[in-house]
């Protein structure tokens, strides 16, 4: 899989699904609880058991990355970035 993940959409149904983008606070209202900054697609998790899965990245504040999520087998719409 090749391309920077812009987003993720994840679940069975797209209209009551979990999304999550680069720019996303962690928690709505918090300015302070870090964004998402990386949508990462785990290639060695692929090519080893031929499972999708997709880690997900916050920066805090402190200019630190942490692993905030791991989507691992689950049904997924991936957007993208696209720069022309």
């Keep these: 899989m090749n391309g920077i993940i812009r987003k993720i959409i994840v679940g069975i149904d797209p209209k009551n699904a979990m999304a999550y983008y680069v720019g996303m606070p ?5 300015p302070n609880s870090g964004k998402v ?6 290639e060695r998790s692929y090519e080893v058991n031929k499972k999708e899965r997709y880690f997900i990245y916050l920066q ?7 692993l ?4 691992n087998e689950m049904p997924s719409i991936i957007e993208f970035d696209l720069n022309f």
Excluded: P, T, Y
């Design 26 to 30: 962690a928690r709505k209202n918090d």
């Design 37 to 42: 900054c990386a949508i990462v697609f785990d």
């Design 60 to 66: 805090e504040e402190s200019g630190s990355q942490v």
């Design 68 to 71: 905030w999520k791991a989507i």
